[in-house]
């Protein structure tokens, strides 16, 4: 599967409103196979999640220009195979498997498809935003945050006292939530 970069993710967007397939097919690479895991946790069947990860794809095209500049097609993706697995079952009258009873192993390593909410892109502008922020703040969020170093071991590592870590990563989540509410990030 292709590597995550924003650029590329720009230029598939652009493709797809350009009408080049090509894009398609790359964010086909990018998303099946997350996508038929995610789809056969709600229907259980092999043969039909794979033609639902086919549906997916199709009515992304058929629905490429009616899609807002700004918006993560990675959640438009999940939410068109959501509703196209939950259809499945009304049809069939089957229930909804709820995912509080699927058990994690069954679904292997990508369980985190429907439990990781955070879509790529989200991610992208997240750590994009923290990229900005004034060096301090950014370089005591990330020994808390990425190298899970607690207060008091940034505040010796720094020469710093615990307070003003607090303060710094207090003030970094005030501007973060600022500049993500911007972009519609919760």
């Not at 490429?64 to 259809?87: E, P, Q, V, W």
């Not at 498997?97 to 439990?115: D, H, Q, S």
């Not at 005030?174 to 990030?185: C, H």
């Amino acid at each position: 599967m292709e590597q995550y970069n924003p650029n590329n993710i720009e230029r598939i967007k652009t493709g797809l409103k350009n009408d080049n397939p090509f894009a398609l097919k790359k964010l086909y690479d990018l998303h099946s196979k997350k996508l038929f895991f995610f789809i056969n946790a709600y229907t259980r069947n092999t043969l039909v999640t794979e033609e639902l990860v086919q549906d997916v794809f199709i009515r992304l095209w058929k629905n490429r220009n009616n899609i807002k500049a700004g918006n993560s097609y990675t959640s438009y993706i999940y939410t068109i195979a959501k509703n196209l697995a939950i259809d499945f079952l009304r049809k069939k009258e089957i229930k909804p498997v709820r995912f509080e009873n699927v058990n994690k192993n069954e679904l292997g390593n990508f369980y985190n498809a429907e439990v990781e909410i955070i879509s790529i892109e989200e991610r992208t502008a997240i750590y994009r935003a923290i990229e900005k922020l004034s060096p301090r703040k950014k370089e005591v969020c990330k020994m808390h945050w990425f190298e899970k170093k607690t207060y008091k071991a940034i505040a010796e590592e720094l020469k710093i006292s615990v307070s003003a870590v607090e303060k710094n990563i207090s003030a970094a989540l005030s501007e973060l939530r600022y500049k993500l509410s911007e972009k519609n990030i919760p």
